[in-house]
């Protein structure tokens, strides 16, 4: 069975400071590992997934994560926060096989200040 | 290239009245995804189809929900006798099955029962 948590409901920052939103997962097998964001009263957007390449991935707006097989995490960051990355940013882990669904975990909301 | 589209976004019912939900996936992508998410969780995986074939359900798909997708193309969420519990918002997402299994998602159908 596969599980995500993610540490912190919510997390708050100042505009131009870093962003950084912890994932944490468990997989019996080699994960495909994704971070979604969701703006108020709207779907999720994909903003990038490792699938077992290079353990630093990038993704839109300038978020990055980084896959650690040896921590099972994959934390999110972001240089400098801005406040249009005021929404709530999901964890998602799914198996490497030949179709899997996603477990997400409860999310983090990321507010950021002036 | 559109994305995933659902309708209704928002829908307000009475308890014990039906309800149901359609969704376009992305147009090449043969395999169709329901979510439900309530306030303050990450969306829980309820039903996944591919092409026709109804191949995964969640214990969380009680009898009083029935998902279709006929010809492989848009797909029907049917809540049957809802009660207040049923509140949530439910989403679509499709894949393609290919390149790490990326799922795109819709904007979500806002339900909620009175």
């Known amino acids: 069975a596969q599980s995500v948590t993610q540490l912190g409901s919510h997390v708050s920052v100042s505009e131009g400071a870093l962003v950084l939103l912890r994932c944490n997962y468990s997989?019996?097998?080699?994960?495909?590992l994704f971070w979604y964001v969701q703006y108020p009263n709207q779907g999720l957007q994909l903003l990038l997934k490792y699938t077992s390449a290079a353990t630093l991935v990038k993704g839109i707006n300038g978020f990055e994560a980084e896959f650690k097989k040896s921590e099972t995490s994959f934390h999110l960051t972001k240089p400098s926060a801005h406040m249009s990355d005021a929404a709530e940013y999901f964890c998602a882990v799914s198996e490497s096989r030949g179709y899997s669904t996603l477990t997400f975990g409860k999310g983090t909301m990321l507010l950021v200040s002036p | 290239d559109t994305g995933v589209s659902q309708d209704p976004r928002h829908k307000i019912t009475k308890r014990g009245q039906n309800v149901t939900f359609r969704c376009d996936p992305i147009?090449?992508?043969?395999?169709l995804y329901w979510y439900r998410q309530t306030l303050g969780q990450g969306p829980e995986f309820l039903t996944y189809f591919q092409n026709e074939a109804q191949l995964e359900k969640s214990r969380l798909l009680s009898d009083r929900f029935s998902a279709e997708r006929p010809k492989g193309s848009f797909s029907t969420l049917e809540i049957q006798r809802t009660e207040q519990g049923d509140s949530a918002m439910y989403l679509c997402?499709?894949?393609?099955?290919?390149?790490?299994?990326?799922?795109?998602f819709g904007e979500g159908s806002w339900l909620t029962v009175v």
């Open positions: 997402a499709s894949s393609s099955g290919t390149s790490g299994n990326t799922i795109y």
């Open positions: 147009s090449e992508h043969n395999r």
């Open positions: 997989s019996s097998v080699p994960p495909y």
